[in-house]
């Protein structure tokens, strides 16, 4: 009977084994399907990563385009400003020029009278 009773229990621990290592197996195969997920949401991070990087290399690029033509453009307005600015002395040179020429046309009228 002792003998039954150990068997039975070698039996019982046997089989308890058995279903724990089942329970291992099954938790180890979801393990591994969890790593490949893992592995293949990496892999599509890293593409998106690159594929951003690109993105911003392009923007970085047009930036400074758009800065050099900002330049460009900022000193076209400053020579604007200065051919602006001689224009409007030589208008008043001009007209300085032309109240001479009347003066001394009427002193010269004056002068033959």
């Known amino acids: 009977m002792c003998e039954e009773k150990i068997e039975?229990?070698?039996?019982?621990?046997?089989?308890?084994?058995?279903?724990k290592n089942k329970c291992l197996q099954a938790g180890e195969r979801l393990l591994l399907e969890k790593e490949k997920e893992i592995a293949s949401l990496k892999a599509q991070l890293e593409i998106?990563?690159?594929?951003l990087n690109s993105k911003i290399s392009e923007l970085e690029e047009k930036d400074k385009k758009i800065k050099w033509?900002?330049?460009?453009v900022n000193r076209q307005l400053e020579q604007i400003h200065l051919l602006i600015t001689e224009n409007s002395k030589y208008e008043s040179l001009k007209k300085a020029s032309?109240?001479?020429k009347k003066v001394m046309e009427k002193i010269a009228g004056e002068k033959h009278e």
Request: include cysteine; charged fraction near 20%; aromatic fraction near 14%.
């Open 8 to 19: 039975n229990t070698l039996d019982t621990l046997c089989q308890y084994i058995y279903e």
């Open 98 to 100: 032309e109240e001479v």
């Open 69 to 72: 033509y900002s330049d460009q």
């Open 48 to 51: 998106q990563i690159s594929t």
